[in-house]
């Protein structure tokens, strides 16, 4: 496992969503978007998947996965690159549960005041319709790649 700077953990804490990149069953890339519940610095990531579909069918055949995240206005991003595992509901830490509750949360409650503050009439707010977890993805980190263009990057 390779282990996470602080500067890697806070810039994937501060991402709403990752791209999680998996390999179909004919060895084409499936991406989607997941939330990122937890990360730490021994090289972990802990992914909530709430649909059980294709990105949970591939890990199964293929554990190799990439994660990946941008800022666009800062013009940087990472891919993390490992191996998943799949965690079933009855084995969660109850502190992974709460993160994403906190998560989904946070999250519909920033919809809510966006569309106030915009006021944007519509109830249109999915999180609110998120089913509960069934599984969770565990990636242990093996390479780190720096999206950031080369002339970009800062010097260390």
């Known amino acids: 496992?390779?282990?996470?700077?602080?500067?890697?953990?806070?810039?994937?804490?501060?991402?709403?969503?990752?791209?999680?990149?998996?390999?179909?069953?004919?060895?084409?890339?499936?991406?989607s978007c997941k939330a990122l519940v937890k990360i730490d610095s021994e090289g972990r990531l802990y992914l909530v998947d709430v649909y059980s579909g294709v990105t949970t069918e591939?890990?199964?055949?293929?554990?190799?996965?990439?994660?990946?995240?941008?800022?666009?206005?800062r013009f940087i991003g990472y891919c993390l690159k490992g191996r998943a595992s799949i965690v079933t509901g009855g084995h969660f830490n109850q502190e992974i549960i709460k993160k994403w509750e906190d998560t989904v949360t946070s999250r519909l409650a920033k919809r809510m005041l966006t569309n106030l503050s915009k006021d944007k009439s519509h109830g249109h707010h999915p999180e609110?319709?998120?089913p509960s977890p069934q599984h969770l993805i565990v990636i242990e980190v093996e390479q780190i790649v720096d999206l950031s263009p080369r002339h970009l990057k800062k010097e260390v």
């Open 58 to 73: 591939n890990l199964k055949r293929n554990p190799l996965v990439s994660v990946s995240a941008v800022d666009e206005y």
């Open 128 to 130: 609110a319709k998120l």
């Open 1 to 31: 496992m390779k282990r996470l700077s602080p500067e890697i953990i806070n810039f994937f804490q501060s991402q709403g969503f990752v791209i999680v990149s998996t390999v179909d069953k004919e060895g084409f890339p499936h991406s």
